[in-house]
């Protein structure tokens, strides 16, 4: 029982969990009056999602500019492909969401944020403009404000530096240690 509610997240002193809030509280402020002022519904809550990776979990993997705004893009134009093939059904949602997990982990673009994407556009039907208006505009505005938002004191590496490929080119550690 004690492991269901031990915390593994390191304590943070003050500076970083202020920045991190100051970041996604900013950051989703200017995406929502970018949507108010385009008229453009740039507002999604996967972009929430990727705000609290980006601000609050900079130095993961799944919160690199590259996974984030690759994830947004291929989520949405796998979604908006499945959508228009597939029937408006229970199931359709269920293997949308599962065939962008698998070729986000294929690709190495994880961002889970953006298994979400298939849900809304298989609930809302938003078109082809959704893969502009709130994920592209939206994804890259929140990545703009990371670079900004951790070349401020206490500053933080954003994005990581590249690191070496193995030898054969294959990640050498199971996917849980990666993610």
């Keep these: 029982m004690r492991r269901l509610i031990t915390r593994h997240q390191p304590l943070f002193p ?5 920045k991190a809030g100051l970041g996604g509280g900013l950051g ?5 009056w970018l949507a108010q002022v385009s008229g453009q519904p740039f507002l999604i809550a996967p972009l929430g999602a990727s705000a609290v990776l980006l601000y609050a979990a900079p130095s993961s993997p799944l919160a ?14 796998v979604s908006l ?3 228009d093939l597939l029937p408006m059904d229970w199931w359709s949602v269920g293997l949308a969401v599962g065939v962008v997990m698998g070729l986000m982990v ?13 849900i809304v556009v298989f609930m809302t039907d938003p078109g082809s403009a959704f893969l502009f208006a709130p994920i592209l505009g939206g994804s890259l ?6 670079f900004v938002l951790h070349r401020l004191p206490p500053r933080t590496a954003y994005p990581l530096s590249a690191a070496p490929p193995p030898p054969d080119g294959l990640p050498t550690e199971p996917i849980d240690d990666v993610v």
């Design 64 to 77: 690199q500019p590259a996974n984030v705004v690759g994830g947004h893009v291929l989520a949405a134009v």
């Design 106 to 118: 294929a690709l190495r673009l994880t961002h889970p944020p953006a298994g979400a994407d298939p």
């Design 14 to 18: 003050c500076a970083c969990w202020f």
């Design 141 to 146: 505005l929140l990545v703009a404000l990371a």
């Design 81 to 83: 492909i499945l959508r």
């Design 28 to 32: 989703i402020a200017l995406v929502a």
